[in-house]
């Protein structure tokens, strides 16, 4: 199945679509110098960030490095589909693997793919909002600004490049628009998070039956990586919605 693009349906991929040997190999061996993580998920969520650490053409093909007790890896080695998706700068690749082959040597763990034999090159789009799949992630942990005693969790509604938007509980103290949330532990999926500061800019209500109050925070802080860490959850997450809605 080809990958399906991330910009909008109308646009043509042929438009993006890279498949001369050298290209491909030539951007491969970029992230591996860059020692760029790659993002390796399946249509089912399962989600590993991995090195790239070789781009071999002949029988090694392409090597991550992984630990061997990551729990992820039973999964993408059964997967018939996972989507390898990388950044160099403002450029997004994303290309298919064919099934993960797990290697355990002696001094490291690796998993191996063949090439691909083509991928995507897209320059990254205008940020858009994107509503999570799971009820675990992501959310984040932060102190409540007026009652620091006060720690919370937060569920996270929407995730965009720009911002968040959080419920706050019913129940839970009022924090008002336009206060600045210092030291907020964004968790976007178990081994991806960081910490920022938000401002929140808007407070909006379900209804009676709503659970909380929904705040409309923007990032005014992130530490570097954190925008190609979100970037990454956005496409992937808007992935697995329309192989979800395939599926369906």
Sequence with gaps: MPIESLR?????????RIDAGAEVLALLRQIQQDRLRVSLGTPEGITLHAPLIEVDPGLGGLCFSVRGDEPELDALQRSDEVLGLAYLDSIRL???????????????????????P???????RQAF?????????????????????????????????SGLALLLPN????????????????????????VATLKLQHLSSGGPEAEGIRLGCAFTAMPDGAERALQSFIDLTQKRQRLLAKKA
């Design 94 to 116: 994303e290309f298919e693997l064919g099934r993960l082959l797990l290697v355990k040597g002696a001094r490291e763990v690796t998993l191996r793919a063949p090439i691909p």
């Design 118 to 124: 083509l991928l995507y090159r897209f320059q990254r």
């Design 129 to 161: 909002r994107v509503q999570p799949l799971g009820s675990n992630y992501p959310r984040v942990q932060l102190r409540h600004p007026h009652w620091p005693e006060l720690s919370l969790q937060l569920r996270v509604l929407d995730v965009s490049i």
């Design 8 to 16: 909008s349906s109308t646009s043509n991929l042929d438009d993006f």
């Design 171 to 194: 129940g839970t103290p009022e924090i008002a628009a336009g206060e600045s949330l210092v030291g907020v532990q964004v968790e976007l999926e178990r081994d991806s998070h960081f």
